[in-house]
């Protein structure tokens, strides 16, 4: 079986800080994604790669970075978190080709 | 502009009763189209993934439709059961399955709940 995993499953932040989010796969998949869900928006893609080191921005990559350094690994920066980046956090990955894509159980990030 | 609409947004149905959810989509050129379960709190799950020459695939008491024509697509799910609660996710790949298969447009989900 396909596993993703990201690293908390609840995260409460201030304003300012610098927070980070890491995602990890375990099926050598080419790709990995950024996602944020909040209701009536359903999920906007912040970034993704296809492949170590290599990163292309999303609809929403403002206030955000990425940093991908081994294949199996990508995780998500948010520089000075701010209020409106209280969302609920999915990554994702999938191999080139079948195109489909395995999420992981999400982080609930809140900012105060 | 891409876009993926489902309908409707919610939906309360009883235990053991079907119920239909709907899929209506601007993508080009398109791909595929799958079907995501998300239960609360979780990550989606992929249900069933359809290309171009596909137009019913089951899974188990889901059972996906396509119509490239129309470009609609039902869910169907089967004598329902309380873990089908859940947000159904839409979903609709543009472009070929080597290159831009990443660019996914998503639906804004329809939430069932099934009540005993």
């Known amino acids: 079986d396909v596993k993703v995993t990201q690293s908390s499953r609840y995260l409460v932040k201030r304003t300012g800080e610098k927070v980070f989010l890491e995602c990890v796969q375990d099926?050598?998949?080419?790709?990995m994604f950024w996602y944020r869900q909040d209701p009536g928006l359903g999920l906007r893609l912040i970034y993704f790669?296809?492949?170590?080191?290599?990163?292309e921005k999303g609809d929403i990559p403002e206030g955000y970075s990425v940093s991908r350094e081994k294949k199996e690994r990508f995780s998500l920066i948010l520089e000075s978190a701010s209020t409106n980046q209280t969302s609920m956090y999915l990554c994702?990955?999938?191999?080139?080709?079948?195109?489909?894509?395995?999420f992981g159980p999400g982080t609930r990030l809140t900012v105060t | 502009k891409n876009q993926v609409e489902q309908s409707p947004q919610s939906l309360i149905i009883l235990e053991g009763k079907n119920c239909t959810l709907q899929?209506?989509?601007?993508?080009?050129?398109?791909?595929?189209l799958r079907w995501y379960k998300q239960d609360t709190g979780r990550g989606p799950v992929s249900l069933t993934i359809?290309?171009?020459?596909?137009n019913t695939k089951s899974n188990g008491r889901y059972t996906a439709t396509l119509d490239a024509d129309t470009k609609q697509s039902s869910l169907h799910i089967t004598a329902s059961q309380l873990s089908d609660s859940a947000s159904y996710i839409c979903?609709?790949?543009?472009?070929?399955?080597?290159?831009?298969?990443?660019?996914?447009?998503f639906g804004k989900g329809t939430l069932l709940t099934v009540n005993p």
């Open positions: 994702a990955s999938s191999w080139t080709g079948t195109g489909e894509q395995y």
């Open positions: 099926m050598d998949h080419e790709n």
């Open positions: 790669s296809y492949d170590v080191k290599m990163k």
């Open positions: 899929c209506n989509y601007t993508v080009s050129p398109f791909s595929n």
């Open positions: 359809m290309t171009f020459s596909e």
């Open positions: 979903v609709v790949s543009a472009g070929n399955s080597g290159g831009s298969n990443y660019k996914l447009t």
